[in-house]
């Protein structure tokens, strides 16, 4: 659905980015003096429209660019200045000094007057003499409801490090996928077939994802099927799967797995389902769906299924949270340590190496482990963020946190500072 984290989900994307890390050099005059219109931005003094071309500013308006200032502003306090300026030309790394932290940025500059920014991508806040300790307040601190857990992996069970809530079974979104490529892998293992088996594209959802715009029929492999599913969080890809691999199959692997919360994933919906049932015309589905027991649930399916993605507008609803009580998949952050602890054991190399695609984090982060894999999800209300890690010592960590708010939406860069927090405590202990 669009519903995934992925990558740096909490940056500005840039519109212009020169290729290569910046040489040491004395930045020109510009470039500081942009960089500091970037501390001026953060403490709300700067308007957006007069530091930013106009490309940039089609591609993230001016309003996104104050909001996420302001996030900025909320995880690590007021700027009070550059830091370190290192660059060359028009291109710069930027180091700013925050109340709270540190906050490093690229940054593109025109080479033409008025030398307004063309590219800027943030790294997240690094918060100063941070702990586990701070990381769980601020997580407990978090409006709605929250479900967190770090755990060790080896032989065992997994062992649990820090936990807020890790048995509070939430909302996950696009997470739910993490299930789906676990019972593409177990059929893989056990020989009932093979990543290089080709299917056709028979179930397109709405975005996220690119195959809801590719020709009805197209071969693809399930390998294919299962890399844009978890790395760009593709619905069609996800939809595609559930049917070939037998919706059952996926419900019966669930406890397999670990997932304490398995009855609440029957029928296991897929996300055209999902979206039909949310933003249907029809509203007495949802309250169908509601109120029945499996059995009733189960038996609307084929009325979902019917639902032509075209007559969904997930853009109805005006950014509220859309059922996400009822019409969703859900787990708790322990179920989903679990999980990512069962793909680690018994999923294989090809599952592992889909999961590494996208590390959902800054490449910073990601350089500190010697393997990192990810799968998240939001939508209005919900957002979902879950790791499998490899430390440089050779143990394994997996971290998951999901935050649900029913009445108001979630603030991605929120948790995602909190996350690559726990990932930086985790890569250092």
Avoid at 10 to 27: F, Q
Avoid at 101 to 106: S, V
Avoid at 387 to 406: E, F, K, M, Q, V
Avoid at 423 to 428: F, I
Wanted: hydrophobic letters at 45%; a neutral charge.
């Amino acid at each position: 659905m669009r519903w995934s984290v992925s990558w740096v989900v909490w940056a500005l994307l840039m519109a212009m980015l020169c290729s290569g890390e910046p040489a040491a050099a004395a930045p020109s005059d510009p470039v500081r003096a942009r960089a500091e219109d970037l501390v001026r931005l953060i403490n709300g003094e700067a308007a957006p429209e007069s530091l930013f071309t106009e490309t940039l500013l089609r591609e993230i308006p001016a309003a996104q660019m104050r909001a996420l200032a302001a996030r900025i502003a909320g995880a690590g306090g007021r700027a009070r200045g550059v830091a370190a300026l290192e660059g060359t030309g028009g291109n710069a790394v930027v180091e700013l000094d925050l109340e709270r932290g540190t906050l490093r940025a690229r940054l593109v500059v025109e080479a033409e007057p008025p030398h307004r920014i063309a590219g800027l991508l943030f790294d997240p806040v690094k918060p100063r003499a941070d702990s586990m300790a701070a990381v769980l307040a601020d997580m407990e601190a978090l409006p709605g409801s929250v479900s967190f857990e770090v755990a060790k992996l080896g032989e065992g069970a997994p062992e649990r490090l820090f936990a807020h809530q890790p048995d509070r079974p939430l909302a996950i979104g696009s997470a739910f996928k993490l299930f789906v490529l676990a019972e593409t892998s177990r059929q893989v293992q056990s020989g009932t077939r093979r990543w290089s088996d080709v299917v056709t594209l028979d179930r397109q959802s709405l975005p996220s994802g690119l195959l809801q715009d590719w020709p009805r029929a197209a071969p693809l492999t399930l390998h294919s099927l299962a890399a844009l599913m978890i790395s760009v969080s593709d619905n069609s890809a996800a939809d595609t799967l559930i049917h070939r691999l037998g919706r059952e199959r996926i419900e019966a692997l669930l406890p397999v797995l670990g997932v304490a919360a398995a009855e609440r994933n029957r029928p296991f919906l897929s996300t055209h389902e999902a979206f039909a049932l949310k933003f249907g015309a029809d509203r007495a589905l949802l309250a169908a769906y509601r109120s029945g027991d499996q059995g009733s649930r189960r038996a609307l399916l084929p009325r979902l299924s019917a639902v032509p993605p075209s007559s969904l507008d997930p853009a109805s609803g005006g950014g509220v949270p859309a059922a996400i009580d009822e019409a969703e998949w859900f787990a708790s952050a322990r179920d989903l340590v679990r999980t990512m602890d069962w793909l680690r054991r018994h999923g294989g190399d090809d599952a592992l190496r889909i999961l590494a695609i996208a590390p959902g984090t800054d490449s910073t982060t990601a350089q500190r482990f010697a393997y990192l894999g990810y799968k998240g999800g939001s939508e209005a209300g919900v957002l979902n963020m879950t790791y499998l890690a490899r430390r440089t010592d050779g143990a394994w960590i997996a971290a998951s946190a999901s935050w649900n708010n029913p009445t108001a939406p979630v603030q991605t860069e929120r948790l995602a500072t909190l996350m690559m927090r726990t990932l930086n405590l985790a890569a250092a202990d």
